[in-house]
């Protein structure tokens, strides 16, 4: 079946430092893949989405690209700030026609000024 | 609009205890879902409607869980009787009936705490 995989954290970084959260799926078909963002106390909401091999989804300075090759959408920012300190979780739509969203298990990204 | 909006916000109960929670979903959204967060499972679907219709509940723990959805606008999971293991946050979600691209709206969170 569709899952999607991880990178384990917590990740700590310092203030501007460089992001990659790794995600790879297994996936039939061409699903669309999303990254979500939860604040502390807050729902998940969508910060990026590729919905085709080779796509780019961006937001708020965080990049991921659609790999069909390698099958993976990490997650990459530039220049972190304290306000990125959330849990990122990525996710892919299930392609058998259900309609339901496969989520990694989340990585918690802490920033430190 | 108002976005998916759930209660309790938080809600502590005693073992044995029945808890209801609520959703109401973004208003023209064909389907809801319902979610469990926990540390060490993560996030949990539970169940899904498509047009008020329970389409797959094969996530729901045991027969102690329930969920319905009597209109388009209100659904509700409860949980009769409550165990301290149920202790978690639900989240409901929503989206438009679409392909596969559609975004999905999560609510805010219910925190359960089963004492």
């Known amino acids: 079946g569709n899952s999607v995989t991880q990178m384990e954290g917590p990740v700590t970084l310092s203030e501007e430092a460089f992001l990659t959260i790794n995600c790879t799926y297994t996936?039939?078909?061409?699903?669309?893949l999303f990254w979500y963002v939860q604040y502390p106390g807050e729902g998940l909401q969508l910060l990026l989405k590729a919905t085709k091999a080779d796509d780019k989804g961006s937001n708020k300075g965080f990049e991921a690209t659609y790999r069909k090759e390698t099958t993976s959408f990490h997650l990459e920012k530039g220049s972190v700030q304290v306000s990125d300190s959330a849990v990122y979780f990525c996710a892919l739509s299930d392609t058998s026609g259900t309609y339901k969203y496969i989520f990694g298990t989340g990585t918690r990204l802490k920033v430190l000024a | 609009d108002a976005g998916v909006i759930q209660s309790p916000r938080h809600e502590v109960t005693e073992m044995g205890q029945e808890v209801t929670l609520r959703c109401k979903p973004i208003s023209g959204h064909d389907y809801l879902f319902w979610y469990r967060q926990t540390m060490m499972r993560g996030l949990e679907l539970l169940i899904y409607?498509?047009?008020?219709?329970?389409?797959?509940d094969s996530g729901m723990p045991e027969d102690r869980f329930s969920a319905k959805m009597p209109n388009a606008s209100f659904s509700t999971l409860k949980i009769q009787p409550s165990e301290p293991r149920d202790s978690a946050v639900y989240f409901c979600?929503?989206?438009?009936?679409?392909?596969?691209?559609?975004?999905?709206?999560f609510g805010e969170g219910s925190r359960l705490t089963v004492l």
């Open positions: 979600a929503s989206r438009q009936e679409t392909t596969n691209t559609g975004e999905l709206f």
């Open positions: 409607f498509n047009n008020n219709v329970p389409i797959d």
């Open positions: 996936a039939t078909g061409y699903p669309s």
